[in-house]
C-alpha cells in the first residue's frame, strides 16, 4: 500500500499565484488533514474531513480552501499565495475521530516557498 | 494560545546517552499523550503514547512518564543511538471531541 501520497514534493510560488496541493491515501480512511510546520511552531492544523462531501476548519485556515469529494482524495488550494505560507505542508488521514485507536498516517510532505 | 508546551527546542545527545524531551498541558480534558517521532523528509510517524490511568509506558528504549497533577509528560529514550536522530513531537488529545495539539517539536541529534 502507498498510504498517504502528496505531490507535489516542493514547488517554488510567487506572491499571488494560486496552486493546488494534492493528497491522495489508498487506506479507506474516513478522517483526513491539512497540516503546515513551521520551525518551532509544531504542527497546526488547516482544515479536516471527516468524510467525504464535509470539512471543517482548523487552527490556521485563513488563505487556504479544501474540497473532499470522494474518499481518497483531498486537495488543499491557495488562492493568493503569500510569504506566510511558506512552510512545509502535510497530510494525515485516520480511519475513526480519536488517534487513540486510530493513529495518524502522515505523507511525506510538500515543501512550499512563496517569494 | 499554545495548550501544549515542548521543550527542549534542540537536543544533543552522545551516542549511548539518555535524551529528554518534555512536555507541558494545559487542558485537564485531555486523555490521550501520544509521541511522534519525524525522520527528515519524512511525515511524523506514531512512536509511543500514554493514557493518564498509568505514570509510565515503555516500549524498548523508549519510555514515556506521566505526571498527572504538574500536567507534564516525557519522552525518554535510553541508549540513544544516532539513528534516534529526529524530531519529536509530543501531543495531546481529549478522545471524545477534539484534534490533535501538537507541540513544538524537538529536533534531537544523536553524535556517534
Known amino acids: 500500500n502507498a498510504g498517504v501520497t502528496q505531490t507535489p514534493k516542493f514547488r517554488i510560488l510567487k506572491i499571488g499565484q494560486s496552486m493546488t496541493l494534492q493528497c491522495t491515501q489508498d487506506m479507506n480512511h474516513n478522517y483526513m488533514y491539512w497540516y503546515r510546520q513551521d520551525p518551532g511552531m509544531g504542527l497546526k492544523l488547516i482544515y479536516y474531513s471527516v468524510g467525504a462531501g464535509i470539512t471543517d476548519k482548523g487552527e490556521v485556515p485563513n488563505g487556504y480552501n479544501v474540497s473532499r469529494s470522494t474518499t481518497e482524495d483531498f486537495p488543499l488550494r491557495l488562492e493568493l499565495a503569500a510569504p506566510s505560507q511558506t512552510s512545509v505542508y502535510f497530510c494525515?488521514?485516520?480511519?475513526?475521530?480519536?488517534?487513540?485507536?486510530?493513529?495518524?498516517?502522515f505523507g511525506n510532505g510538500t515543501r512550499l516557498t512563496v517569494t | 494560545q499554545q495548550q501544549v508546551k515542548q521543550s527542549p527546542q534542540s537536543l544533543i545527545v552522545q551516542k549511548g546517552g539518555i535524551s529528554i524531551i518534555n512536555c507541558a498541558y494545559e487542558n485537564t480534558a485531555f486523555d490521550y499523550f501520544p509521541w511522534y517521532q519525524q525522520f527528515p523528509g519524512k511525515g511524523p510517524a506514531l512512536l509511543i503514547a500514554?493514557?493518564?490511568?498509568?505514570s509510565e509506558k515503555k516500549e524498548g528504549r523508549f519510555t514515556i512518564s506521566f505526571n498527572k497533577s504538574a500536567k507534564q509528560f516525557s519522552l525518554h529514550i535510553m541508549d540513544s543511538q544516532p539513528g534516534d536522530s529526529a524530531t519529536y513531537f509530543c501531543a495531546a488529545e481529549k478522545t471524545s471531541g477534539s484534534r490533535l495539539t501538537f507541540g513544538e517539536g524537538t529536533q534531537l541529534t544523536v553524535n556517534p
Open positions: 500514554i493514557r493518564p490511568d498509568v
Open positions: 494525515a488521514s485516520s480511519w475513526g475521530q480519536s488517534s487513540y485507536n486510530s493513529p495518524l498516517h
